[in-house]
């Protein structure tokens, strides 16, 4: 009926119970352990021992897990500390380098002698045919139409159209830009045209002047529209031509277009040059 397994398995269960009464018997005499006591010593001594160790073990793992979700949780917390200081580090030195741009601005401002509206350029035109932007400052402020548009390294562009808030701003090294310029070393004179490739050229230079590579070119004020004497850039490349009667010049601008964030919109234009009659 029952098989020999079933009987083993059945009494090992009654043996492992009838020692663990008998020493606990045993545990309470004060009089030394018996031949008995000391057989069921040593058959229930290596179950308790396993039940022991298991014990022992479960325990370990147990505290082991709410020690990796302490740790866990401290890590979490630390990553988002780490975060929070990495993100205030960033804003701290966005301001500081806002702040050497604008004190570069306004020191640039003191050398203008001159009414200027500073802004801050919040959009730019994707078309490649147009090298345009658009600042955050408009007639409220007194921005107009034809206004030059400077920046400490140089001249920037001008206003091209006007809102109540905003402004347009074409710049120099758009292909419908001119500028009037002069070579500062020699006076030499030309118009400073952009091209669709970003770069500028110095056209109508007539060939008698001796242009060298790394001549720097400003403006000349004769246009009515920029100032005299602002920078636009440096020569970088000459072409003489054997005939003709100018020579064209490439011009690499002083100013970074591509990383134009202020700017100041000059409010006084420079007086008309006088027309002397015969």
């Known amino acids: ?19 663990v009464i008998v020493l606990s018997v045993n545990s309470k005499r004060s ?14 001594s290596p179950f308790q021992e396993i039940v022991s160790d298991s ?19 401290e890590n979490a917390r630390l990553n988002r500390s ?23 601005l306004f020191e640039f401002k003191e050398t203008l002698h001159k009414r200027v509206v500073a802004a801050e350029v919040i959009g730019r035109d994707p078309s490649p045919w147009f090298k345009t932007i658009i600042i955050n400052k408009g007639s409220r402020e007194g921005v107009e139409r034809g ?15 006007v809102s109540k ?22 006076r030499a ?7 669709p490739s970003g770069r500028l050229l110095l056209q109508y230079v007539q060939r008698k002047h001796d242009i060298h590579v790394g001549d720097i070119v400003i403006s000349s004020g004769l246009d009515g529209v920029f100032p005299k004497g602002i920078r636009i850039g440096y020569v970088h490349e000459v072409d003489k031509p054997d005939s003709g009667i100018f020579q064209q010049l490439a011009v690499t601008p002083y100013a970074d277009f591509e990383k134009l964030e202020e700017v100041l919109v000059v409010r006084d234009l420079p007086e008309p040059p006088e027309i002397q009659t015969p």
């Open 1 to 19: 009926m029952f098989s020999r397994k079933m009987v083993m398995i059945v009494g090992a269960i009654i043996l492992i119970v009838v020692n």
């Open 31 to 44: 009089v030394p352990s018996t031949g008995i006591g000391k057989f069921t010593i040593s058959i229930v």
């Open 55 to 73: 014990i022992t073990f479960v325990k370990n793992i147990w505290k082991h897990y709410f020690f990796l979700v302490s740790v866990s949780t």
């Open 82 to 104: 780490l975060k929070q200081a990495e993100e205030k580090n960033n804003r701290l030195k966005e301001v500081e380098l806002s702040h050497n741009r604008l004190k570069n």
């Open 147 to 161: 206004m030059p548009v400077v920046v400490p390294e140089g001249i920037a562009g001008l206003v091209t159209d």
């Open 165 to 186: 808030t905003y402004a347009k701003i074409l710049l120099v090294i758009d292909q419908n830009s001119a500028v009037d310029a002069l070579i500062q070393r020699n």
């Open 189 to 195: 004179r030309g118009i400073i045209k952009g091209e």
